[in-house]
């Protein structure tokens, strides 16, 4: 079996989340976040059972398991991230992890999250497989990952300003996944009733530049291991500027980013979950119900 070359450069990644976490910077940019961890616990809340044993997997910060913590549905909660200073900071149970290298041995947990982490893995039918293996049967994973359609508007930009004064363009903004990708996904790591859903944020920025601050901040700057590795001209960013206030300016001095959010949730097999009927099964016939038309 061939194996795909990886996308992105882990290390540097962690470099650059260990340098905003430096700056103090990590966690002024996490309003994304904040709002993913908004959603997920509501998505926990409706779900009508008991989670002794959860995990929280690549947290960033400790606000998701802090509102864990608050559900009465929720019992012991073990957080993770793959940076050691902010594991440091989380408490215990607490564990540092790559989120590629799942730790855990089989059949650990009842309830599995992933908070904005997939979107820079290498492998995801991989680690999606780890997660699998890594629940409880019954025991559900809800994860939250970037579509395909963030920052499509810078993407834009950067791609027509390169051509126009470099005669080419290299690649700066991720390839982030597909929804109905990530469905299959699903279901080839051997989750049962998995769901994928999608929501779409408009984030309001004054200047380009302050867009690209603002993501560098979130240590998620361009990690691809394929990036071009030479000095970016500041024509290219003057340039990219004017283009996204000519195209894609909501209001004067106002720009508009689009982040696509991508929740999936799947269940590990057990016996007395509901299962979806066989095709032909079906006792009532369509026909009966419409109206024939004459």
Avoid at 17 to 23: E, G, V, Y
Avoid at 154 to 175: F, K, M, N, T, Y
Avoid at 213 to 221: C, D, K, N, P, S
Wanted: glycine share 6%; with cysteine.
């Amino acid at each position: 079996m061939t194996q795909l070359s990886p996308l992105f450069d882990r290390q540097l990644l962690q470099k650059r989340r260990q340098r905003a976490l430096k700056q103090a910077s990590l966690t002024k940019c996490d309003y994304l976040l904040n709002y993913v961890i908004e959603d997920i616990i509501d998505r926990i809340s409706i779900i009508k059972r008991v989670f002794p044993l959860a995990l929280n997997y690549g947290c960033h910060t400790n606000q998701l398991s802090q509102s864990l913590a608050k559900l009465d549905q929720v019992g012991s909660i073990i957080s993770t991230d793959s940076l050691l200073k902010i594991t440091q900071t989380l408490p215990s149970p607490r564990v540092v992890a790559d989120e590629e290298f799942f730790p855990f041995v089989n059949s650990s947990f009842d309830l599995i999250i992933s908070p904005l982490n997939l979107q820079w893995i290498n492998d995801l039918p991989g680690t999606l497989t780890q997660i699998f293996k890594g629940l409880k049967p019954d025991g559900v994973f809800i994860g939250a990952t970037l579509g395909q359609k963030s920052l499509w508007e810078l993407r834009h930009c950067l791609l027509q300003a390169e051509e126009e004064l470099l005669g080419g363009a290299s690649p700066r903004v991720a390839p982030f996944a597909d929804i109905k990708d990530l469905g299959h996904l699903l279901q080839r790591a051997g989750f049962t009733l998995p769901v994928t859903d999608r929501d779409v944020l408009k984030v309001t920025y004054p200047t380009t530049t302050q867009l690209m601050h603002e993501i560098r901040q979130m240590g998620a700057a361009n990690n691809l291991i394929n990036r071009s590795k030479k000095t970016v001209q500041r024509a290219l960013f003057q340039r990219v500027e004017e283009l996204y206030h000519q195209h894609f300016a909501q209001q004067p001095g106002k720009i508009t980013a689009t982040f696509e959010v991508i929740y999936l949730s799947g269940w590990a097999p057990h016996p007395e979950q509901q299962k979806p009927l066989r095709p032909g099964s079906a006792k009532v016939s369509l026909t009966d119900v419409f109206e024939k038309k004459k």
